[in-house]
Nanobody, 123 residues
């Protein structure tokens, strides 16, 4: 199993930036894909970005393409989500997820989840 802990959320003005981190522990020697999801109040959890074990393959939701960048540092067992040009509609709890397979874009494809970190973007 892998345990995940997110950090880096907070309150930012529209147009600002944040970088979220996801620290992994446990069975990190086995290749695992990582994903970032978000959930706004009253809405379903949605895919934001995904990255392969090597980092060579990434994918983004259309709503964040060109503004968000996913990355990882396997030596430090940490994943990152750089968020630029933030909008009020980006406000949500952001979750890091992992699976011992290729990354996916659906919530049900991931087996391990962090506790989430709140991102609030003010207008």
């Amino acid at each position: 199993q892998v345990q995940l802990v997110e950090s880096g959320g907070g309150l930012v003005q529209a147009g600002g930036s944040l970088r979220l981190s996801c620290a992994a522990s446990g069975r990190t020697s086995t290749s695992y894909a990582m994903g970032w999801f978000r959930q706004a109040p009253g809405k379903e959890r949605e895919f934001v970005a995904g990255i392969s074990w090597s980092g060579g393959s990434t994918d983004y939701a259309d709503s964040v393409k060109g503004r968000f960048t996913i990355a990882r540092d396997n030596a430090k067992n940490t994943g990152f989500l750089r968020m630029n040009s933030l909008k009020p509609e980006d406000t949500a709890v952001y979750y890091c997820a992992a699976r011992y397979s290729a990354y996916g874009v659906r919530v049900r494809q991931y087996d391990y989840w962090g506790q989430g970190t709140q991102v609030t973007v003010s207008s």
